[in-house]
Every structure is written in C-alpha cells, then in structure tokens.
C-alpha cells in the first residue's frame, strides 16, 4: 500500500538506518531502561518534598497535587516570568471553623521552616501549623460554570461549605 509507514511504537531520534543496531545497542539500557513502577517510586518521581515533617507518630505529613493543579501552576508560572508558587495556609473562620486561605507569592519569600512540595515544576508550600491540619490532602484545579479555584479535598473534613473554603475537622488524631 502506498503512502503508509509501518507502525513502530518507538523511533530512533535522528539516527540513519543503518546504524540503527549499532545506536540501539549502546544507548538501550540508557535511553529504554524497563522500570517496575509501584506507588512508592511513581510518588516519589512525580512529587518531591522538601523539608520533610513527621507527626507525633513518626509519619511523614504528606499533600498530594492532582495534575489538573500542576497544570494550572505551570501556566501561572508561563504567563509571569517571576518565580512563583502557591502559599496554601489554614486559619480559623469561615462558616464551619476552619478556612483554605490560597496565595501566589515569589520563591524568594519561602521561609526554610516551610514545606515545599513540587510535582513537575508546580511548586506548592505549606507552613508547619497548616500542614498538619493539611496532611494527606489532595489540591485540585476545578473549573465549573461559576469560576475556577483550587480546591482541597481532605479525608478528615466533616463537613464543608458549598464553596469549598470552609470545613471542620472529624479528627486529626487517625
């Protein structure tokens, strides 16, 4: 059949035919190295921790960053060529006890007792008092028909508001 290239699920970048066998055995195990992946290794290449903080039992306080909010944070940091990242704190208000509070600040104000989590360059930071309340959270980007925000699930949340600002806590102690 003419016009059609048979079907190969990987190419060889930029290299002549003839050396393919040649290119291919000496750059295999750099270049198609076969991993396992499970959800230790997958965690820790996709989102790193800086500054690690454990709670009273010794268990790392971890967040978890969807895709659609990394998204959101690359093109934040596209659109402004300033070094910036998301501040996401907890204070005590709102209508249920406990409020989100969300701010783009500069890499420069990160204080070394802040932990930092980044997923492919989006940077999220979280001060001590906030991560704890915060721990085991995931931050999303939703866009629905009233606006776009990011939001916080958190599998301690009693209850929240309808706007997903407010919450209260079940326990912190689990």
Known sequence: MRGLRK??????PDVPPLLNNRWLARNYNRNFSH?????????ASTLSNKNHICDSDGRQL????????????RSIKCANPKNEVLRVRVESGGCHGFQYVFS????????????????KSAVVVVDKKSL????DCSIDY????????????????KSAC????SFSLDSVDK
Not at 7 to 12: A, K
Request: glycine fraction near 6%; aromatic fraction near 12%.
């Open 7 to 12: 079907f190969c699920w990987f190419s060889f």
């Open 35 to 43: 991993h396992t992946w499970n959800r230790h290794t997958l965690g």
């Open 62 to 73: 971890k967040l978890t960053i969807t895709d659609n909010a990394s998204a959101k944070l």
């Open 104 to 119: 783009i600040q500069q890499k420069s104000e990160i204080m070394s007792s802040d932990c930092v989590f980044e997923k």
């Open 132 to 135: 704890s309340l915060l721990r």
């Open 142 to 157: 939703s866009t629905e028909l009233i606006g776009s925000q990011f939001k916080v699930s958190s599998p301690y949340a």
């Open 162 to 165: 309808g706007c997903g600002t």
